[in-house]
């Protein structure tokens, strides 16, 4: 039987969907720049504590590193970690 999303508890300052579960929801952990070289600008707007428009405007103003691709904006993973100041293992 699927699991109903109203079933689970609302995210409220970091309490979270149990992991072993689908709750149609993100994954709020950073990702690993070796494994996602690129993300949406709507995802990384959340790791950057903004809305997706504030996160176009800070990318086209060169607040948040992007780049175009065909008509696609992505963020490079590593420059975000870089800039929000998270390290991985083996990066420089």
Same mark, same amino acid.
Request: hydrophobic share 35%.
């Given at each position: 039987?699927?699991?109903r999303? %109203?079933?689970f508890? #609302? +995210? &409220? !300052?970091?309490?979270q969907?149990?992991s072993?579960?689908d709750?149609?929801?993100a %994954?709020d !952990?950073?990702?690993?720049?070796r494994?996602?070289?690129?993300m949406t600008?709507?995802r ?5 504590g903004l809305? %997706?428009s /504030? /996160?176009?405007?800070a990318a086209a103003?060169?607040?948040?590193p %992007?780049?175009r691709?065909?008509? !696609?904006i992505v #963020?490079?993973?590593g +420059?975000?970690?870089?800039? &929000?100041?998270i390290?991985f293992?083996? &990066? +420089?």
């Amino acid at each position: 039987m699927p699991i109903r999303r %109203s079933w689970f508890p #609302v +995210r &409220l !300052r970091g309490i979270q969907c149990p992991s072993q579960y689908d709750c149609g929801m993100a %994954s709020d !952990r950073f990702p690993d720049p070796r494994d996602e070289p690129t993300m949406t600008i709507e995802r990384a707007s959340r790791f950057f504590g903004l809305s %997706s428009s /504030a /996160a176009y405007d800070a990318a086209a103003r060169g607040d948040i590193p %992007s780049m175009r691709i065909g008509r !696609r904006i992505v #963020v490079p993973t590593g +420059r975000a970690a870089q800039q &929000l100041g998270i390290r991985f293992e083996g &990066l +420089r």
